[in-house]
């Protein structure tokens, strides 16, 4: 028996392959005869056709059977092996599988308080070094980060309202008001109430612009203006999408908002979905100026839309035109799926590609019909 490798697939990418026809006599019958087909991908008994969505990884193999008009068989051993997806989507973000949250409130059923956290007036303080707040449905209101080291993981957080965050970052009360310094939100599903009014104006926000050592992973993020706004540390393998443009708010639109600073960040694997016309799916900007931006990468991201996919840092007059020095924007994937430049002027904009440790190389177009072509330097 001949075995067949058919083309790879990639998880959550559609699937659609024939599989090769027998010199028998139409019409034919197909089935699987022995072994499984990826999660998520089907076998026409008709036309011998494998599509679908495939759900996870994997070598698959497996033996298809084909009967024809005068019953004669055959069959033919199949390898189809699907590959990891390339970028983070629903299905690899939120919280863990399994997981069963507990809702955060004050009704029957409820909870109001664990180990350094608490719930009242309307939103949830973490006050205790070290605390881990995990496994909760937050619904409404948002959650206050007010000590070191904190981890908020497998959590489902929705709030909204024109200067509403779900999550927001403050001063460690426990330090005398000091910046935090260490903080993990993973794995989490972070967005606004709705799509409009109560949109999020961002969905994790550094109120004071100067923590660092933030980690946001995993996490899949909507409803929003901006998605998340803080200045040092590293945000990978998010997925943040459905990004919210709300014009009596007056919203700035971003996936990703840095304000300045020279505290090293990495904004690497996330995928980032701007259907909007407007500012960025990642905007390195100098609302903090000075000191100029320095000390950013942003590396392997998956991005689409905003008026430019990438503000990279470089100021305008407002700030006497401050440079932006040893940022690396490399490797990230320019899709055309709302704009045939990406963005709906262009891919990148304020990036000087020679400035002192500047860096522009490997970004290329992930579709359309530059794909795989390299994205010139701005």
Same mark, same amino acid.
């Given at each position: 028996?001949?075995?067949?490798?058919?083309?790879?697939?990639?998880?959550?990418?559609?699937?659609?392959?024939?599989?090769?026809?027998?010199?028998?006599?139409?019409?034919?019958?197909?089935?699987?005869?022995?072994?499984?087909?990826?999660?998520?991908?089907?076998?026409?008994?008709?036309?011998?056709?494998?599509?679908?969505?495939? @759900? &996870?990884?994997? %070598?698959? #193999?497996?033996?298809?059977?084909? /009967?024809?008009?005068?019953? $004669? *068989?055959?069959?033919?051993?199949?390898?189809?092996?699907?590959?990891?997806?390339?970028?983070?989507?629903?299905?690899?973000?939120?919280?863990?599988?399994?997981?069963?949250?507990?809702?955060?409130?004050?009704?029957?059923?409820?909870?109001?308080?664990?180990?350094?956290?608490?719930?009242?007036?309307?939103?949830?303080?973490?006050?205790?070094?070290?605390?881990?707040?995990?496994?909760?449905?937050?619904?409404?209101?948002?959650?206050?980060?007010?000590?070191?080291?904190?981890?908020?993981?497998?959590?489902?957080?929705?709030?909204?309202?024109?200067?509403?965050?779900?999550?927001?970052?403050?001063?460690?009360?426990?330090?005398?008001?000091?910046?935090?310094?260490?903080?993990?939100?993973?794995?989490?599903?972070?967005?606004?109430?709705?799509?409009?009014?109560?949109? @999020? &104006?961002?969905? %994790?926000? #550094?109120?004071?612009?100067?923590? /660092?050592?933030?980690?946001? $992973? *995993?996490?899949?993020?909507?409803?929003?203006?901006?998605?998340?706004?803080?200045?040092?540390?590293?945000?990978?393998?998010?997925?943040?999408?459905?990004?919210?443009?709300?014009?009596?708010?007056?919203?700035?639109?971003?996936?990703?908002?840095?304000?300045?600073?020279?505290?090293?960040?990495?904004?690497?694997?996330?995928?980032?979905?701007?259907?909007?016309?407007?500012?960025?799916?990642?905007?390195?900007?100098?609302?903090?100026?000075?000191?100029?931006?320095?000390?950013?990468?942003?590396?392997?991201?998956?991005?689409?839309?905003?008026?430019?996919?990438?503000?990279?840092?470089?100021?305008?007059?407002?700030?006497?035109?401050?440079?932006?020095?040893?940022?690396?924007?490399?490797?990230?994937?320019?899709?055309?799926?709302?704009?045939?430049?990406?963005?709906?002027?262009?891919?990148?904009?304020?990036?000087?590609?020679?400035?002192?440790?500047?860096?522009?190389?490997?970004?290329?177009?992930?579709?359309?019909?530059?794909?795989?072509?390299?994205?010139?330097?701005?």
């Amino acid at each position: 028996m001949v075995t067949t490798n058919l083309p790879a697939g990639t998880v959550g990418v559609a699937y659609s392959d024939a599989l090769p026809v027998p010199h028998l006599i139409a019409p034919y019958q197909w089935s699987v005869s022995s072994g499984t087909l990826p999660g998520g991908v089907t076998l026409s008994s008709a036309t011998g056709k494998l599509t679908g969505i495939p @759900a &996870a990884p994997g %070598i698959f #193999d497996f033996t298809i059977k084909v /009967t024809d008009a005068r019953d $004669q *068989a055959a069959t033919a051993s199949i390898v189809l092996q699907v590959n990891s997806e390339p970028y983070p989507s629903a299905s690899s973000t939120g919280p863990a599988a399994g997981t069963v949250l507990k809702t955060v409130g004050t009704g029957s059923g409820e909870v109001s308080s664990g180990p350094g956290w608490s719930y009242s007036d309307g939103h949830v303080s973490i006050t205790g070094a070290g605390a881990i707040f995990s496994g909760f449905k937050v619904s409404g209101f948002g959650v206050a980060v007010l000590a070191n080291d904190v981890t908020i993981e497998n959590c489902i957080i929705s709030a909204g309202g024109q200067s509403v965050f779900p999550v927001s970052v403050e001063a460690d009360e426990g330090s005398n008001g000091n910046p935090i310094t260490a903080l993990t939100v993973r794995n989490c599903i972070i967005t606004g109430s709705d799509n409009n009014m109560n949109r @999020a &104006a961002a969905c %994790i926000k #550094d109120t004071r612009g100067a923590a /660092t050592g933030i980690l946001v $992973q *995993a996490c899949n993020i909507y409803w929003a203006a901006t998605a998340i706004e803080v200045h040092a540390g590293k945000l990978l393998d998010n997925y943040i999408h459905d990004l919210v443009c709300n014009v009596a708010y007056g919203d700035h639109v971003n996936g990703i908002k840095v304000g300045g600073g020279t505290n090293p960040m990495l904004i690497q694997n996330n995928t980032i979905l701007n259907s909007n016309g407007q500012t960025a799916c990642i905007a390195l900007l100098q609302d903090h100026a000075p000191p100029a931006i320095a000390g950013k990468t942003i590396n392997n991201n998956l991005l689409a839309g905003g008026s430019y996919c990438i503000y990279g840092g470089q100021s305008g007059a407002q700030y006497a035109g401050l440079p932006a020095t040893s940022t690396a924007i490399t490797n990230n994937s320019i899709s055309t799926v709302y704009y045939a430049d990406g963005g709906a002027f262009g891919p990148v904009t304020h990036f000087a590609p020679g400035n002192s440790g500047n860096e522009w190389s490997g970004n290329v177009w992930h579709d359309g019909p530059r794909e795989g072509l390299a994205v010139p330097a701005p």
